[in-house]
Structure formats: structure tokens, C-alpha cells
């Protein structure tokens, strides 16, 4: 061969006795065929032959794998993000004149998604309690072919009755789908609980560092693989080696990151809930979480994400208190080493049935710190908030008088 030739042709050197315990990072687009025949039966080469990189390569399918069995289910896929996993598990199953049954307490960008794209498609859109499976019963019909879960829900933690809401939706032969980002598949496997497709926001626990973004959908049969595989391919969707290689390592220490992450927050939980300041802690271990009934017969564990309720004179000081963290940085994408919070409005995200409460709840993300360093960082952000509120009192008073 040339030297021009030799340059780009990459010579096979042998890997006999090289066995390492991970996958190497393949990086391909073009994927070459022995001959011409080869090439021209590629399609016949079934859901997990090699055809294409977007189609995926030997180490999305690792991962793909790894999922599949924690899932339960029959086949994975890769996508670009969490929310790319969510609209991609509706999208192949719905169509004009159809309807779909999301939960309220969904994960906002789904609602948008729900409400903009499937809408615009002739989708017809409605929202659920996820804490009534008759008001689902009541908005269910021969049209809806979807029901949308997500437990906890997003941000307030409701823990819904899945067995109970996969009953309702085969009674009218729709799909069930669940995004299970919160508890993971180590805390919960939707698929031997009702549900059809199972999707993960890889970016927060499982890939565990805040450095990637990714999704899964996991189908729990056979005749789901194709419908999902075909649109992906049509919309062009798929991830990088170079990314899923990271969610590989991150992968690995899951177990123990998330073990630690929900027996500190228990933990936390349990002073934060102590302080007069605190109207109440959501987690779904907490027996006043709604659901926590679902959430012992159901889950296996908990995890490091909660929220916090303040009593009304608090409300107006949490942000300017927030600043008093030294150790949790203030941010949205939980599920990393770092701890974070971010404080959230809900109103404006429940439509099926009004938040009840205020349209302020702090989430708090627990992380991999010294334990001892995040309690001092609660108490310097209560303590603010206990001055903030006695400062503001006398002014209250004040107000009253004249
Ligand atoms: C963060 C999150 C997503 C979206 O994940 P991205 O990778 O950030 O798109 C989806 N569902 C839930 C419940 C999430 O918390």
C-alpha cells in the first residue's frame, strides 16, 4: 500500500489476550460490509445487527443491554436526553384523532410537548390526578391510546398506584408509558407493574456526574421494538460512544451513590421538617407523601431528591436565604456528586386538579459531600430565614397599627 493509502486504512492488529472488564468506545458512522451482497441485505439484519451508526455501534448496545436487563424488559434504546426518551416513547404510538392521558404532575417539558407538538398533530391532550384513578377512569375512552406516567411526580411527589392505572388504560387497549428518573431502575421496575415503556433520564442518577446528557426507552415486548426503532431512525436520533461511554463508568457506582444519597437525605429530611419555619418535607418515604402507601408495596428504595414546603411568612425569603449555601450550589439537573436546590413554582404546571399550596417549593438534590458540612449548610440557610422573617415582623406589626 502507498503511504496515502496506508494513512487512512486502519490495520487489524490482534486483541487475542486482551480481555478488559469494559467496553471500548466505538466511534462510527460508516460501518463496512464484506461485499456487495452483504450491503444489499443490510436491512434484513434485524433490530440488533449493524448497519448504521446512528442505528448504534458495540457500545450503545452494551448500555442498551445493561438497561434492558435491569428493566425487565425486552429491548433498550439510546437517545439524546431525557426528554428526547419521553417524546420519542409517545410519538410511534399516537396519531390523528387519537388521545393521550398525561399525569398532571408530569415533568413539564412533556406537558409542553404534549400540549404544542401532539396537539398540533391532531393528538387530543388531557391531564390526570395522579392520586385518582377515577378521574383518569372519567377522561379515558375508545380514543385514548396513551397513558402518560411519571412517579413521583415532578417536583410535589406523588406516588402513583401504576398496577391500578395499567388496569384502566388495557381496559381500553392503550399503552402505558412511566418515566422512572427519580427512582431508577434499582428502586423501581415499572414494567412488572403495568406499565409498557419505561424511560430514564440517564443525565441525573445513572449517569451520576453531571456531565452528559442522555435517555432510555425500554419496551416491555417484542412488538414495541419496531415502532420506536422505525421513527428514530426516520427522525435521525441517536447518541455518541463518547457519551455513553461516560454513562458506562457512571453506571458502575449507581448502587452506592444512590444508597448514600437517600440515607443522607433521610437524614436532612428529618431536620429540616423539625424547624417552625417548614410547613413539610415531600419524599415518598414519609408517610405524608401522598402514595407512600404505593411507594412501600412498590419500590425498592428511595433516593436523594426532595422537596420542601415553607409556612407563608418563609415564602418570600427562601431565595435571598438560598445564598447562604456554601456546599449546594444552586441548580437544576439533580442526580450528581454535587449537592443542589433549586426553587420551583408549580401552579402554572397543574391543570387537572390546582396545587393546593403555595407556588414555592425548594428541591434538594443530595449529593456525594461530607454529610456533616451539608447539615452546617442547612442550618446557616434556616437560620437566615428565621432572621429574615423576625426582621420582617415588626414591619408587619407596623403595617397593622397605621
Ligand atoms: C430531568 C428530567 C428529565 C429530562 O432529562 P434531560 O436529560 O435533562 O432531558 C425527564 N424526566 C424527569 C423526571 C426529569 O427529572
Same mark, same amino acid.
Given at each position: 500500500? &502507498?503511504?496515502?493509502?496506508?494513512?487512512?486504512?486502519?490495520?487489524? @492488529?490482534?486483541?487475542?489476550?486482551? &480481555?478488559?472488564?469494559?467496553?471500548?468506545?466505538?466511534?462510527?458512522?460508516?460501518?463496512?460490509?464484506?461485499?456487495?451482497?452483504?450491503?444489499?441485505? *443490510?436491512?434484513?439484519?434485524?433490530?440488533?445487527?449493524?448497519?448504521?451508526?446512528?442505528?448504534?455501534?458495540?457500545?450503545?448496545?452494551?448500555?442498551?443491554?445493561?438497561?434492558?436487563?435491569?428493566?425487565?424488559?425486552?429491548?433498550?434504546?439510546?437517545?439524546?436526553?431525557?426528554?428526547?426518551?419521553?417524546?420519542?416513547?409517545?410519538?410511534?404510538?399516537?396519531?390523528?384523532?387519537?388521545?393521550?392521558?398525561?399525569?398532571?404532575?408530569?415533568?413539564?417539558?412533556?406537558?409542553?410537548?404534549?400540549? *404544542?407538538?401532539?396537539?398540533?398533530?391532531?393528538?387530543?391532550?388531557? +391531564?390526570?390526578?395522579?392520586? #385518582?384513578?377515577?378521574?383518569?377512569?372519567?377522561?379515558?375512552?375508545?380514543?385514548?391510546?396513551?397513558?402518560?406516567?411519571? #412517579?413521583?411526580?415532578?417536583?410535589?411527589?406523588?406516588?402513583?398506584?401504576?398496577?391500578?392505572?395499567?388496569?384502566?388504560?388495557?381496559?381500553?387497549?392503550?399503552?402505558?408509558?412511566?418515566?422512572?428518573?427519580?427512582?431508577?431502575?434499582?428502586?423501581?421496575?415499572?414494567?412488572?407493574?403495568?406499565?409498557?415503556?419505561?424511560?430514564?433520564?440517564?443525565?441525573?442518577?445513572?449517569?451520576?456526574?453531571?456531565?452528559?446528557?442522555?435517555? #432510555?426507552?425500554?419496551?416491555? !415486548?417484542?412488538?414495541?421494538?419496531?415502532?420506536?426503532?422505525?421513527?428514530?431512525?426516520?427522525?435521525?436520533?441517536?447518541?455518541?460512544? !463518547? !457519551?455513553?461511554?461516560?454513562?458506562?463508568?457512571?453506571?458502575?457506582?449507581?448502587?452506592?451513590?444512590?444508597?448514600?444519597?437517600?440515607?443522607?437525605?433521610?437524614?436532612?429530611?428529618?431536620?429540616?421538617?423539625?424547624?417552625?419555619?417548614?410547613?413539610?418535607?415531600?419524599?415518598?418515604?414519609?408517610?405524608?407523601?401522598?402514595?407512600?402507601?404505593?411507594?412501600?408495596?412498590?419500590?425498592?428504595?428511595?433516593?436523594?431528591? +426532595?422537596?420542601?414546603? +415553607?409556612?407563608?411568612?418563609?415564602?418570600?425569603?427562601?431565595?435571598?436565604?438560598?445564598? *447562604?449555601?456554601?456546599?449546594?450550589?444552586?441548580?437544576?439537573?439533580?442526580?450528581?456528586?454535587?449537592?443542589?436546590?433549586?426553587?420551583?413554582?408549580?401552579?402554572?404546571?397543574?391543570?387537572?386538579?390546582?396545587?393546593?399550596?403555595?407556588?414555592?417549593?425548594?428541591?434538594?438534590?443530595?449529593?456525594?459531600?461530607?454529610?456533616?458540612?451539608?447539615?452546617?449548610?442547612?442550618? *446557616?440557610?434556616?437560620?437566615?430565614?428565621?432572621?429574615? @422573617?423576625?426582621?420582617?415582623?415588626?414591619?408587619?406589626?407596623?403595617?397593622?397599627?397605621?
Amino acid at each position: 500500500m &502507498d503511504d496515502l493509502t496506508q494513512c487512512v486504512v486502519t490495520p487489524s @492488529v490482534s486483541t487475542e489476550g486482551f &480481555d478488559p472488564l469494559g467496553v471500548a468506545v466505538h466511534r462510527a458512522s460508516t460501518i463496512v460490509f464484506k461485499d456487495a451482497a452483504a450491503y444489499e441485505s *443490510r436491512g434484513q439484519r434485524g433490530h440488533q445487527g449493524y448497519s448504521y451508526g446512528l442505528y448504534g455501534t458495540p457500545t450503545t448496545r452494551t448500555l442498551e443491554e445493561m438497561l434492558t436487563r435491569l428493566e425487565q424488559g425486552a429491548r433498550t434504546f439510546l437517545v439524546p436526553s431525557g426528554q428526547a426518551a419521553n417524546a420519542m416513547a409517545v410519538l410511534p404510538f399516537l396519531s390523528k384523532g387519537d388521545k393521550i392521558l398525561v399525569v398532571d404532575t408530569v415533568y413539564p417539558p412533556m406537558r409542553d410537548f404534549a400540549l *404544542r407538538d401532539l396537539a398540533r398533530l391532531g393528538v387530543a391532550v388531557d +391531564f390526570y390526578d395522579p392520586m #385518582s384513578p377515577e378521574d383518569l377512569e372519567r377522561r379515558l375512552d375508545s380514543r385514548t391510546k396513551m397513558v402518560w406516567c411519571e #412517579s413521583p411526580g415532578s417536583t410535589t411527589m406523588e406516588v402513583q398506584d401504576l398496577p391500578r392505572i395499567a388496569a384502566l388504560a388495557r381496559s381500553v387497549g392503550a399503552l402505558v408509558g412511566c418515566d422512572n428518573t427519580w427512582a431508577t431502575p434499582l428502586n423501581f421496575k415499572p414494567l412488572l407493574h403495568g406499565a409498557d415503556i419505561v424511560t430514564e433520564a440517564l443525565t441525573k442518577y445513572i449517569s451520576g456526574h453531571s456531565d452528559v446528557l442522555m435517555g #432510555s426507552i425500554t419496551v416491555k !415486548d417484542e412488538s414495541l421494538i419496531e415502532p420506536v426503532r422505525g421513527l428514530m431512525g426516520r427522525y435521525g436520533i441517536g447518541v455518541s460512544s !463518547d !457519551d455513553t461511554s461516560l454513562v458506562l463508568r457512571g453506571i458502575e457506582t449507581l448502587g452506592v451513590r444512590l444508597k448514600h444519597s437517600a440515607e443522607v437525605a433521610s437524614r436532612l429530611m428529618d431536620r429540616i421538617a423539625a424547624h417552625p419555619l417548614v410547613d413539610g418535607v415531600l419524599h415518598p418515604s414519609r408517610p405524608a407523601c401522598p402514595g407512600h402507601e404505593f411507594w412501600k408495596r412498590d419500590f425498592l428504595g428511595g433516593s436523594g431528591v +426532595f422537596s420542601v414546603l +415553607f409556612k407563608p411568612e418563609a415564602l418570600q425569603h427562601v431565595s435571598a436565604a438560598l445564598d *447562604r449555601f456554601r456546599v449546594f450550589a444552586i441548580g437544576a439537573s439533580w442526580g450528581g456528586t454535587r449537592s443542589l436546590a433549586a426553587p420551583m413554582p408549580i401552579k402554572r404546571h397543574r391543570t387537572a386538579k390546582e396545587w393546593p399550596g403555595d407556588d414555592l417549593l425548594l428541591r434538594l438534590s443530595v449529593g456525594l459531600e461530607s454529610e456533616d458540612e451539608l447539615a452546617a449548610d442547612i442550618v *446557616r440557610f434556616l437560620s437566615e430565614l428565621t432572621l429574615r @422573617v423576625a426582621e420582617a415582623a415588626p414591619e408587619l406589626e407596623r403595617g397593622r397599627v397605621s
